[in-house]
């Protein structure tokens, strides 16, 4: 069982900057990779970032292009979405998830087991 903590969340302008953090307990070293997922209202969750906690291997949703970035803290097992250049169609609850298994290019987020309840992020115009 891995238990899954998001925060960070918050309400800014276009344009601006924020930090999610994931806090993971339990038994992370059986579900190295995490990620992070979105849902807006009325559409399906989808992913955004993954990494391995091990080797930091990630992976990114065609839509980041570039302004995300994902990262891990190993040492206290937090994981971290770095979001710049936000966009009002960023916005979303944003959602901290964990697996055993690699996922696929596309971020299913149907492939993660293990998921946090939540953290709204909301990007004005």
């Known amino acids: 069982q891995v238990q899954l903590v998001e925060s960070g969340g918050g309400s800014v302008q276009a344009g601006g900057s924020l930090r999610l953090s994931c806090a993971a307990s339990?038994?992370?070293?059986?579900?190295?990779?995490m990620g992070w997922f979105r849902q807006a209202p009325g559409k399906e969750r989808e992913g955004v970032a993954a990494i391995h906690a091990g080797d930091e291997r990630t992976f990114y949703a065609d839509f980041v292009e570039g302004r995300f970035t994902i990262s891990m803290d190993n040492a206290n097992n937090n994981l971290y979405l770095q979001m710049s250049s936000l966009k009002p169609e960023d916005t979303a609850m944003y959602y901290c998830?964990?697996?055993?298994?690699?996922?696929?290019?596309?971020?299913?987020?149907?492939?993660?087991?293990?998921w946090g309840l939540g953290t709204q992020v909301t990007v004005s115009s």
């Open positions: 998830a964990a697996n055993r298994y690699p996922p696929s290019p596309r971020l299913n987020p149907s492939e993660f087991i293990y």
């Open positions: 339990g038994d992370t070293y059986a579900s190295p990779y």
